[in-house]
């Protein structure tokens, strides 16, 4: 698989070697960065030896399945201008996702560098390298969420017309990756150090919430009749968006029609994104090596700083609130600092909290009727129940970070049980982001709503505790902060998100039933999720997590 | 108090797959002594350590450490030793007190009690100013003396180190030494693992040298010098492990380079 990949490097050997690069240093690189992907996921999953393998056709699988949903939206869409033009912008959006939330680490990634340093290679010949790593993840998601649309637009437009889709596609990620530098080193440019890596992170996290509202208010904007008669109107601008170059090139060539817009469009389409490319490897790339190196070394040398003990009314209260034996309050004490300064942690939980907020808001805009009709009904429960999302995130964000090989600490102490570890480690999570958040909208619908709400919005808090709770003690129990996050990860992790959706909407419904159906359902609710809290929390968590299930995840070496 | 058997083990085996790590380790660690286990890379010395702490479970064999079973009174055993791991692995966004008050308040100390004594012991090591910096910023010698700290925390009897002086500057390898010559006039016995030969001759009460996970030689240097009239540890070691020809090495080493 890796040879076969390498392979179709081969005819771009001159490319890559005008933008100032080795050729077989580069694709030695290449293949180490390949192989290393290959084998990383072994390491903890030891039963499996092929789970790499598995993650990766699961995530194609569910990319493919993301691009049904897409082409169902494309297919009533008749001229092959607006079609192609719409099937680019969505991967080009995509992408941009993909590249902020899960490759950015690795372009930052700076772990190799002791190794390929120190060895006669050229900085060019390495962050091309780096570059090439991405595209080859960026260029399969590309494909494997086309690969419906691409059939569709056989069906509609031709063969030949698929066919140069196939090819603009190629394009488009080389164009996007070359935007992705642009912007980067565009901020780099603004700050160094260690203000860069944080300004980053709010950065992604703000890019994040960003798509994802763009995208919901975008589906909130089209009606079916709409779609089918739509026809993009090429306006002078519409030269200057990337999408555009390449449906315009795709039409062109099937429709045989050479006109100046086309043959204008034909052009952009086939000089912008290898200039760009070139551009990025000769130029950019250079810059961003410095500035990475700077970042690297900034980090050192800024860091130094006094922490101060942290112990506030606010710590205090739910401390108390949440973990009961000393070892739960220890566990509660670390992880409620390391929370707040893990970065990759941040980077993981928070784009959640704004992706929340919009799922809260959107629905509910733009929509006619009155205010007093909107807090008369049972809307404030969607909103509250909403919050599941922040449950699975909490989670899978308390496995990832660098701190692989500090596990060793726990085996060496003497705890009959890891459980009261993991249990103060996701209470101290939960009790640091959610609780402020949850109290803050808590708060809004109680105003909104009325006093009377407030035992629903209790009810729900407690569901969703009860969930995350569930979640963590079920996920793989690996200590806090000691799974890395890999370049192929992200499919499962958004299948598993659809489910817990699910499921937060068969709580909220069975909520909203109850509610209907009699005045007094919240005095069975309650007692019920408390008593859930109680055996989850007391019983349930210590025959789960033993020390057994522990050591099959973690490697104490 | 002296001169009773605390650590007991018997026929001590190990495998990784096909690959038999230890194959019958038989030893007896009596109090107050200073042990010094060393072997060629790969000899079992870090696996054995690991058995020892309780991080590697799956072992065959019986072992008993303060008369009881390692395998069924785990939690009485790790609550009286110390470990100190090889690679100086900590969460690097903690600072060494938040780290070492975790660890206290895991193993039971109060919060009070376990921030007093890590003062105590980092100060030990000039190492008072550097107590609320994040680890991340720290040196690979000032983490070791982290992670020295955080093991005798709990005042344990019986100190098990894999490596503990690598990374450590001269003065620290001095201090480190003399603290563990301290440690086990107080009674308390040390158990580490070491390449430095001439720290192991010198402080040592016995020394344990292993080869392919088996004893080859065990007694305290004078004993074992008496047998083999070696000059010094080193000495004995390549003897003992087998590689004599470290002069055809080192030209074969030479000659590779002018090809």
Same mark, same amino acid.
């Given at each position: 698989?890796?040879?076969?990949?390498?392979?179709?490097?081969?005819?771009?050997?001159?490319?890559?070697?005008?933008?100032?690069?080795?050729?077989?240093?580069?694709?030695?690189?290449?293949?180490?960065?390949?192989?290393?992907?290959?084998?990383?996921?072994?390491?903890?999953?030891?039963?499996?030896?092929?789970?790499?393998?598995?993650?990766? =056709?699961?995530?194609?699988?569910?990319? @493919?399945?993301?691009?049904?949903?897409?082409?169902?939206?494309?297919?009533?869409?008749?001229?092959?201008?607006?079609?192609?033009?719409?099937?680019?912008?969505?991967?080009?959006?995509?992408?941009?996702?993909?590249?902020?939330?899960?490759?950015?680490?690795?372009?930052?990634?700076?772990?190799?560098?002791?190794?390929?340093?120190?060895?006669?290679?050229?900085?060019?010949?390495?962050?091309?390298?780096?570059?090439?790593?991405?595209? =080859?993840?960026?260029?399969?998601?590309?494909?494997?969420?086309?690969?419906?649309?691409? =059939?569709?637009?056989?069906?509609?437009?031709?063969?030949?017309? $698929?066919?140069?889709?196939?090819?603009?596609?190629?394009?488009?990620?080389?164009?996007?990756?070359?935007?992705?530098?642009?912007?980067?080193?565009?901020?780099?440019?603004?700050?160094?150090?260690?203000?860069?890596?944080?300004?980053?992170?709010?950065?992604?996290?703000?890019?994040?919430?960003?798509?994802?509202?763009?995208?919901?208010?975008?589906?909130?904007?089209?009606?079916?009749?709409?779609?089918?008669?739509?026809?993009?109107?090429?306006?002078?601008?519409?030269?200057?968006?990337?999408?555009?170059?390449?449906?315009?090139?795709?039409?062109?060539?099937?429709?045989?029609?050479?006109?100046?817009?086309?043959?204008?469009?034909?052009?952009?389409?086939?000089?912008?994104?290898?200039?760009?490319?070139?551009?990025? $490897?000769?130029?950019?790339?250079?810059?961003?090596?410095?500035?990475?190196?700077?970042?690297?070394?900034?980090?050192?040398?800024?860091?130094?700083?006094?922490?101060?003990?942290?112990?506030?009314?606010?710590?205090?209260?739910?401390?108390?609130?949440?973990?009961?034996?000393?070892?739960?309050?220890?566990?509660?004490?670390?992880?409620?600092?390391?929370?707040?300064?893990?970065?990759?942690?941040?980077?993981?939980?928070?784009?959640?909290?704004?992706?929340?907020?919009?799922?809260?808001?959107?629905?509910?805009?733009?929509?006619? $009727?009155?205010?007093?009709?909107?807090?008369?009904?049972?809307?404030?429960?969607?909103?509250?129940?909403?919050?599941?999302?922040?449950?699975?995130?909490?989670?899978?964000?308390?496995?990832?970070?660098?701190?692989?090989?500090?596990?060793?600490?726990?085996?060496?102490?003497?705890?009959?049980?890891?459980?009261?570890?993991?249990?103060?480690?996701?209470?101290?999570?939960?009790?640091?982001?959610?609780?402020?958040?949850?109290?803050?909208?808590?708060?809004?619908?109680?105003?909104?709503?009325?006093?009377?709400?407030?035992?629903?919005?209790?009810?729900?808090?407690?569901?969703?505790?009860?969930?995350?709770?569930?979640?963590?003690?079920?996920?793989?129990?690996?200590?806090?902060?000691?799974?890395?996050?890999?370049?192929?990860?992200? $499919?499962?992790?958004?299948?598993?998100?659809?489910?817990?959706?699910?499921?937060?909407?068969?709580?909220?419904?069975?909520?909203?039933?109850?509610?209907?159906?009699?005045?007094?359902?919240?005095?069975?609710?309650?007692?019920?999720?408390?008593?859930?809290?109680?055996?989850?929390?007391?019983?349930?968590?210590?025959?789960? @997590?033993?020390?057994?299930?522990?050591?099959?995840?973690?490697?104490?070496? | 108090?002296?001169?009773?058997?605390? /650590?007991?083990?018997?026929?001590?085996?190990?495998?990784?797959?096909?690959?038999?790590?230890?194959?019958?380790?038989?030893?007896?660690?009596?109090?107050?002594?200073?042990?010094?286990?060393?072997?060629?890379?790969?000899?079992?010395?870090?696996?054995? /350590?690991?058995?020892?702490?309780?991080?590697?479970?799956?072992?065959?064999?019986?072992?008993?450490?303060?008369?009881?079973?390692?395998?069924?009174?785990?939690?009485?055993?790790? &609550?009286? /030793?110390?470990?100190?791991?090889?690679?100086?692995?900590?969460?690097?966004?903690?600072?060494?007190?938040?780290? *070492?008050?975790?660890?206290?308040?895991?193993?039971?100390?109060?919060?009070?009690?376990?921030?007093?004594?890590?003062?105590?012991? *980092?100060?030990?090591?000039?190492?008072?100013?550097?107590?609320?910096?994040?680890?991340?910023?720290?040196?690979?010698?000032?983490?070791?003396?982290?992670?020295?700290?955080?093991?005798?925390?709990?005042?344990?009897?019986?100190?098990?180190?894999?490596?503990?002086?690598?990374?450590?500057?001269?003065?620290?390898?001095?201090?480190?030494?003399? *603290?563990?010559?301290?440690?086990?006039?107080?009674?308390?016995?040390?158990?580490?693992?070491?390449?430095?030969?001439? /720290?192991?001759?010198?402080?040592?009460? &016995?020394?344990?040298?292993?080869?392919?996970?088996?004893?080859?030689?065990?007694?305290?240097?004078?004993?074992?010098?008496?047998?083999?009239?070696?000059?010094?540890?080193?000495?004995?070691?390549?003897?003992?492990?087998?590689?004599?020809?470290?002069?055809?090495?080192?030209?074969?080493?030479?000659?590779?380079?002018?090809?």
């Amino acid at each position: 698989m890796i040879n076969l990949i390498l392979k179709l490097f081969i005819p771009f050997r001159w490319f890559i070697e005008k933008m100032g690069a080795d050729y077989d240093q580069f694709i030695r690189i290449l293949k180490l960065k390949l192989t290393l992907d290959d084998r990383r996921a072994n390491k903890y999953s030891k039963k499996s030896k092929n789970a790499q393998e598995k993650t990766l =056709i699961k995530q194609s699988f569910f990319q @493919i399945f993301m691009g049904v949903f897409f082409a169902m939206f494309l297919i009533m869409i008749k001229t092959p201008f607006t079609f192609f033009y719409i099937a680019h912008t969505f991967l080009m959006a995509m992408m941009a996702m993909m590249i902020i939330s899960e490759f950015s680490t690795i372009l930052f990634d700076t772990s190799e560098n002791v190794i390929i340093q120190p060895l006669p290679i050229k900085g060019n010949t390495i962050s091309l390298a780096r570059n090439a790593h991405v595209f =080859i993840y960026l260029a399969m998601m590309a494909f494997c969420l086309s690969v419906v649309t691409i =059939i569709i637009a056989i069906y509609k437009f031709g063969s030949l017309s $698929g066919l140069i889709f196939v090819f603009t596609i190629f394009l488009n990620v080389l164009f996007t990756l070359f935007f992705a530098n642009i912007l980067y080193l565009g901020i780099m440019r603004l700050v160094s150090g260690e203000r860069l890596k944080n300004l980053l992170m709010y950065f992604q996290i703000a890019i994040a919430i960003f798509f994802m509202a763009a995208y919901q208010i975008g589906l909130r904007m089209v009606d079916k009749t709409a779609i089918q008669e739509m026809v993009l109107p090429v306006h002078w601008f519409t030269y200057l968006l990337p999408p555009a170059f390449f449906s315009g090139l795709i039409e062109a060539l099937t429709t045989l029609n050479f006109d100046q817009s086309h043959l204008l469009f034909i052009a952009e389409a086939l000089v912008v994104p290898p200039v760009a490319i070139y551009f990025t $490897g000769k130029y950019l790339t250079p810059v961003f090596n410095r500035k990475l190196m700077e970042l690297e070394q900034g980090d050192r040398v800024t860091k130094i700083k006094i922490e101060t003990a942290h112990k506030s009314l606010w710590y205090r209260m739910l401390s108390s609130l949440f973990v009961h034996t000393t070892e739960e309050k220890a566990a509660f004490k670390m992880m409620w600092k390391m929370t707040g300064r893990e970065r990759q942690f941040k980077q993981t939980l928070l784009p959640t909290f704004g992706y929340v907020i919009i799922m809260m808001i959107l629905p509910n805009v733009g929509k006619h $009727g009155s205010f007093s009709d909107f807090t008369s009904g049972y809307k404030y429960l969607f909103i509250l129940y909403v919050f599941m999302m922040v449950s699975f995130a909490l989670c899978s964000a308390l496995l990832i970070g660098n701190n692989q090989s500090s596990a060793w600490v726990f085996k060496s102490m003497p705890l009959k049980s890891p459980a009261s570890f993991f249990k103060g480690a996701i209470n101290a999570a939960f009790a640091r982001y959610f609780i402020p958040f949850y109290l803050a909208v808590g708060t809004v619908v109680c105003f909104l709503w009325g006093i009377k709400v407030m035992p629903d919005v209790f009810i729900a808090f407690l569901s969703v505790y009860l969930i995350t709770s569930l979640l963590y003690y079920f996920q793989q129990p690996g200590f806090p902060f000691s799974l890395e996050k890999t370049a192929v990860q992200g $499919g499962s992790n958004a299948m598993k998100v659809f489910a817990l959706m699910a499921l937060a909407g068969v709580v909220g419904f069975v909520h909203y039933l109850l509610l209907r159906w009699f005045d007094f359902a919240n005095l069975i609710l309650i007692p019920l999720y408390c008593s859930a809290i109680y055996y989850v929390n007391g019983i349930m968590v210590y025959r789960k @997590i033993t020390w057994k299930e522990v050591d099959r995840v973690n490697d104490y070496s | 108090m002296t001169n009773q058997i605390i /650590v007991e083990i018997r026929n001590l085996r190990k495998n990784y797959g096909p690959k038999q790590v230890l194959q019958g380790i038989d030893l007896e660690i009596t109090s107050g002594q200073i042990i010094g286990y060393i072997g060629p890379n790969g000899a079992g010395k870090s696996t054995t /350590v690991k058995i020892l702490c309780g991080l590697i479970t799956d072992f065959y064999g019986d072992i008993t450490i303060f008369g009881k079973d390692l395998r069924k009174d785990t939690l009485e055993i790790k &609550r009286q /030793v110390g470990y100190i791991p090889e690679n100086a692995v900590l969460y690097e966004s903690l600072t060494p007190l938040e780290f *070492m008050e975790f660890v206290g308040e895991m193993r039971g100390l109060g919060t009070e009690q376990t921030r007093d004594k890590a003062e105590k012991l *980092m100060n030990i090591f000039e190492m008072k100013q550097n107590l609320n910096q994040r680890i991340a910023t720290f040196s690979k010698g000032m983490r070791q003396k982290v992670l020295i700290c955080s093991a005798l925390l709990h005042n344990p009897d019986l100190i098990f180190m894999d490596e503990p002086l690598s990374g450590l500057d001269a003065n620290s390898v001095i201090m480190v030494k003399e *603290m563990l010559i301290h440690l086990a006039h107080d009674g308390k016995t040390i158990f580490y693992s070491s390449h430095l030969m001439d /720290v192991v001759e010198k402080i040592s009460d &016995r020394i344990i040298l292993i080869d392919q996970g088996k004893v080859i030689a065990d007694g305290s240097f004078d004993e074992l010098n008496k047998l083999s009239n070696d000059e010094n540890l080193e000495k004995m070691f390549t003897r003992l492990t087998g590689n004599t020809d470290h002069g055809e090495k080192a030209e074969a080493f030479i000659n590779a380079f002018e090809k």
